[in-house]
């Protein structure tokens, strides 16, 4: 899965964080609310719960990505 260009955005180098489990994710995932609104990805939060295994490491690796460089995709 390729990102593609990244943005910077706010600095906050002086804070050190962790990469994103698959634990962590699936933990949220869980908690979240089904047959809500879409947010700004427009993704209905079943496909992220439902989606499998494989989207859920694309989740991880983009959201990792973004930690890890400090910076946002130019687009989504």
């Known amino acids: 899965m390729s ?3 990244l943005l910077p955005f706010e600095d906050f180098t002086s804070i050190e964080y962790n990469n994103i489990t ?4 699936n ?3 869980k908690h ?3 047959r809500k609104s879409c947010g700004l990805d427009n993704l ?3 496909l992220w719960k439902f989606g499998g295994n494989e989207l859920k ?3 991880l690796e983009l959201f990792n990505k973004i930690i890890d ?3 946002m995709p130019q687009e989504w």
Do not use: D, F, S
């Open 3 to 5: 990102v593609g260009p």
């Open 22 to 25: 698959i634990e962590e994710l």
């Open 27 to 29: 933990k949220v995932l």
């Open 32 to 34: 979240a609310k089904n």
């Open 44 to 46: 209905p939060i079943e």
């Open 57 to 59: 490491m694309h989740i």
């Open 69 to 71: 460089k400090n910076q």
